[in-house]
T-cell receptor, first 111, second 111 residues
Framework: GQQVMQIPQYQHVQEGEDFTTYCNSSTTLSNIQWYKQRPGGHPVFLIQLVKSGEVKKQKRLTFQFGEAKKNSSLHITATQTTDVGTYFCAGFNTNAGKSTFGDGTTLTVKP | DAGITQSPRYKITETGRQVTLMCHQTWSHSYMFWYRQDLGHGLRLIYYSAAADITDKGEVPDGYVVSRSKTENFPLTLESATRSQTSVYFC??????????FGNGTRLTVT
């Protein structure tokens, strides 16, 4: 079945440092979605990428979708304490008919 | 998200008891999902439904039963609760390939 690998599992940074999480799928994806889960909260949708090579930005967050539509990344520039949480990618495969979540990257930010 | 509600928010039950977690959405989304999230882990899909009266197993369906007689409701039943089912359960809804909207979760403890 479809597998989505996400690395790293944990990332500890000093406030102001950059952060990147990577997502790799075993199959070609129709789209990829990114979610953020704050501690004690529920996953909240951030963005969806659909096109090969697509790059989208949300303030300090940059999302990329690979040319082969099998990998993606989320980069945060100059992290802030408000960025703490777990970031999940979810890849949608048309054949599977549903999204498969990566295991998430948990970000902690030291002030 | 106000459009998807889970109940109860917290539940403590004993081993062997039957317990039902409720999920209700007001968007008329076709798809609904149940995930479990164990401490420090990602989201594991238990069951999902593409429409009323259509349900499919996810990664970890054993010990769980679902039904979907109405589009807006997707209850999850633990027929005979075990300690290993202590977890946080998230319900979500979406249209096919669209972002998921998650409920606030139910924190279940089985003693």
């Amino acid at each position: 079945g479809q597998q989505v690998m996400q690395i790293p599992q944990y990332q500890h940074v000093q406030e102001g440092e950059d952060f990147t999480t990577y997502c790799n799928s075993s199959t070609t994806l129709s789209n990829i979605q990114w979610y953020k889960q704050r501690p004690g909260g529920h996953p909240v949708f951030l963005i969806q990428l659909v096109k090969s090579g697509e790059v989208k930005k949300q303030k300090r967050l940059t999302f990329q979708f690979g040319e082969a539509k099998k990998n993606s990344s989320l980069h945060i520039t100059a992290t802030q304490t408000t960025d703490v949480g777990t970031y999940f990618c979810a890849g949608f495969n048309t054949n599977a008919g549903k999204s498969t979540f990566g295991d998430g990257t948990t970000l902690t930010v030291k002030p | 998200d106000a459009g998807i509600t889970q109940s109860p928010r917290y539940k403590i039950t004993e081993t062997g008891r039957q317990v039902t977690l409720m999920c209700h959405q007001t968007w008329s989304h076709s798809y609904m999902f149940w995930y479990r999230q164990d401490l420090g882990h990602g989201l594991r899909l238990i069951y999902y439904s593409a429409a009323a009266d259509i349900t499919d197993k996810g990664e970890v369906p054993d010990g769980y039963v679902v039904s979907r007689s109405k589009t807006e409701n997707f209850p999850l039943t633990l027929e005979s609760a075990t300690r290993s089912q202590t977890s946080v359960y998230f319900c979500a809804s979406s249209e096919r390939s669209s972002p998921l909207h998650f409920g606030n979760g139910t924190r279940l403890t089985v003693t």
